[in-house]
């Protein structure tokens, strides 16, 4: 579906739904709202470094703030660490509230940030290692190092998860991994586009 600027893909709409049979009404605001202080985060970040957003598409891998311009590596990271410390501030003023859903988002919402600082693609720590590694090396030899470390990074959760999900039968930290498994984008690597997640 689209309208304008903004997209959303049938199975990004199926998610949200999946969401809201799991959990009614009550389970949306306490998911939406983190992810609304993240994603406004980053929109203004973009816009202070003088950036125009061009288009928002919800898909499987999140909500993709496309957008104009042309960044320096120190508005890169600015715009990528926004999000992040937009969800960070979000979870300390929610978790001072009298209200369970309300704190519970908060724990949510920091969950999301020190998930979203790993140093993968297209996670926001992803797009900070990317423009620090632009900063100091050749591009050739940044790219072989951040798809190593990915790699290691990955293995590493996945075999957390599956360990996580058979000693405490929970399944988030594992569908986390193959989530961030399945947004890899090989031909990505550390090249630029004009998008924030």
């Not at 919800?58 to 990528?80: F, H, K, Q, S, W």
């Amino acid at each position: 579906m689209s309208r304008g600027r903004v997209t959303i893909s049938l199975l990004a709409a199926c998610a949200v739904l999946c969401l809201y049979s799991r959990g009614g009404l009550s389970l949306l605001p306490t998911v939406l709202l983190p992810l609304a202080a993240h994603e406004l985060s980053h929109v203004l970040a973009l816009r202070a470094a003088g950036l125009r957003v061009t288009g928002l598409r919800l898909e499987p891998r999140g909500l993709c703030i496309r957008y104009a311009g042309d960044a320096t590596a120190a508005g890169t990271v600015a715009c990528a660490l926004a999000g992040p410390l937009g969800g960070a501030l979000y979870a300390m003023a929610a978790s001072r509230s009298a209200l369970p859903w309300l704190r519970d988002s908060a724990a949510l919402s920091l969950l999301l940030t020190a998930f979203n600082l790993l140093p993968i693609l297209p996670l926001d720590g992803g797009r900070v290692f990317s423009a620090l590694c632009e900063i100091g090396m050749e591009e050739e030899r940044a790219d072989r190092l951040y798809r190593v470390l990915s790699r290691v990074l990955l293995a590493l959760l996945l075999v957390g998860g599956v360990g996580f999900a058979a000693w405490k039968k929970a399944t988030p930290p594992l569908a986390a991994a193959i989530w961030l498994l399945l947004a890899q984008n090989e031909e990505e690597g550390l090249a630029k586009n004009q998008e924030i997640i």
